[in-house]
């Protein structure tokens, strides 16, 4: 069984911690998440991105409003509704 170095780093950081005498949930949030996070920014830029160009792109190349996906119908219908262009009531006289 192959050991990398950082399964050892991680186990070797961890076992530091419980040498010291610190809890699992602080080793948790001192080691782990500090461990998780380059990770963690890394999913959130992709995914940011992958938003954007889902919205931004068709919203430029499509010229019909019955070929926008979800995410440029949903937009363009909130925009409506912000700026008044709903339905109106009927008025009585």
Do not use: H
């Not at 001192?30 to 931004?56: D, E, H, K, Q």
């Amino acid at each position: 069984m192959r050991v990398y170095a950082a399964d050892a780093v991680d186990d070797a950081l961890i076992e530091a911690g419980r040498v010291d005498g610190v809890g699992e949930l602080r080793i948790f949030f001192t080691i782990a998440l500090r461990l998780l996070l380059p990770g963690s920014v890394t999913v959130l830029l992709f995914t940011l991105v992958a938003t954007w160009n889902n919205y931004f792109l068709p919203l430029i190349m499509l010229n019909t409003s019955e070929k926008f996906p979800l995410t440029v119908g949903l937009a363009q219908w909130q925009s409506a509704a912000g700026a008044g262009g709903g339905p109106r009531p009927c008025s009585q006289p």
